[in-house]
């Protein structure tokens, strides 16, 4: 088991998962593109760490085709209120993270919010929280899968075969 910061673990999957599919030897070609494959299942089990709920869609998506180890972009929506309690409206928006020297990652929220600028700023202090988050990485040798768990769940044997996790 190893302690990771999120979007440490996303930003070092994005780009192995880039080199993977980069790699040109032809005799490794099925190789590289089962460990592309790994490196997405820990992309979409690292997605699932992040927000949703209170407004926030489900359905958060990493843009694996513009993403890199330097900068990741995530999609989502945002379910938006009126001021009598209502839904109102869907807020498409992007959350792009880059590396920041002063303060380990910079955060950008775009998208249409209109009236609701209020939440762009929800939204950054939700995603920042969130990314900087410190997970438990576990490992099942027997399926060779890895499962990531925040800080405070446990994972002690394999979800699909019951194995003892390191």
């Given at each position: 088991?190893?302690?990771?910061?999120?979007?440490?673990?996303?930003?070092?999957r994005?780009?192995?998962?880039?080199?993977?599919?980069?790699?040109v030897?032809?005799?490794?070609?099925?190789?590289?593109?089962?460990?592309?494959?790994?490196?997405?299942?820990?992309?979409?089990?690292l997605?699932?760490?992040?927000?949703?709920?209170?407004g926030?869609?489900?359905?958060?998506?990493?843009?694996?085709?513009?993403?890199?180890?330097?900068?990741?972009?995530?999609?989502?929506?945002?379910?938006?209120?009126?001021?009598?309690?209502?839904?109102?409206?869907?807020?498409?928006?992007s959350?792009?993270?880059?590396?920041?020297?002063?303060?380990?990652?910079?955060?950008?929220?775009?998208?249409?919010?209109?009236?609701?600028?209020d939440?762009?700023?929800?939204?950054?202090d939700?995603?920042d929280?969130?990314?900087?988050?410190?997970?438990?990485?576990?490992?099942?040798?027997?399926?060779?899968?890895?499962?990531?768990?925040?800080?405070?769940?446990?994972?002690?044997?394999?979800?699909?075969?019951?194995?003892?996790?390191?």
């Open positions: 088991m190893r302690e990771l910061t999120i979007y440490r673990e996303l930003a070092n994005i780009q192995a998962r880039l080199n993977c599919i980069n790699w030897r032809k005799d490794d070609q099925e190789n590289a593109v089962y460990r592309a494959g790994q490196h997405e299942k820990c992309i979409e089990s997605k699932d760490l992040l927000p949703s709920g209170s926030i869609d489900s359905g958060i998506s990493i843009d694996l085709n513009n993403s890199t180890g330097e900068r990741i972009i995530i999609d989502s929506s945002f379910h938006a209120m009126n001021d009598s309690g209502y839904y109102d409206r869907w807020i498409d928006f959350v792009t993270i880059t590396p920041s020297l002063i303060h380990g990652i910079s955060l950008k929220i775009s998208g249409r919010f209109g009236k609701y600028q939440i762009r700023e929800y939204l950054f939700v995603f929280d969130s990314l900087r988050e410190t997970v438990k990485e576990y490992y099942c040798q027997n399926c060779e899968e890895i499962y990531y768990r925040k800080r405070q769940e446990e994972l002690h044997s394999c979800p699909v075969c019951g194995n003892k996790l390191q």
